[in-house]
């Protein structure tokens, strides 16, 4: 059975920093495509960052473009979100997927991901 596990999310204050961490289980997917979304309270899930198989291509949306990075470690079967400069607007729970398909691409579309961790909140205090 596919697990995803996120862990790393907390409360830290505006301006500071975490790192989330994304570790799937049950199968490896170092040729997949992985991405991170969020949801706040009151709002539908949005999209944040997206990486290709190997790391290569990275895609993330403007409202964190400059302070957040998604990078991988394929050995360690495992995806990593850098968030910096945090804003309490971040303040959301973050999930990690899964793409449906192997490649190069960063899929930006929920549909586009087939299995999803549980989640981990992320409260920025301002």
């Known amino acids: 059975q596919v697990q995803l596990v996120e862990s790393g999310g907390g409360l830290v204050q505006a301006g500071g920093s975490l790192r989330l961490s994304c570790a799937p289980s049950?199968?490896?997917?170092?040729?997949?495509?992985m991405g991170w979304f969020r949801q706040a309270p009151g709002k539908e899930r949005e999209f944040v960052a997206a990486?290709?198989?190997?790391?290569?291509?990275?895609v993330l949306s403007d409202s964190v473009k400059g302070r957040f990075t998604i990078s991988r470690d394929n050995a360690k079967n495992t995806v990593y979100l850098q968030m910096n400069s945090l804003k309490p607007e971040d303040t959301a729970v973050y999930y990690c997927?899964?793409?449906?398909?192997?490649?190069?691409?960063?899929?930006?579309?929920?549909?586009?991901?087939?299995?999803w961790g549980q989640g981990t909140q992320v409260t920025v205090s301002s």
């Open positions: 990486i290709s198989w190997n790391g290569d291509n990275t």
């Open positions: 049950g199968r490896t997917f170092s040729s997949y495509p």
């Open positions: 997927a899964t793409a449906r398909t192997t490649g190069w691409r960063t899929p930006m579309r929920q549909y586009e991901y087939t299995y």
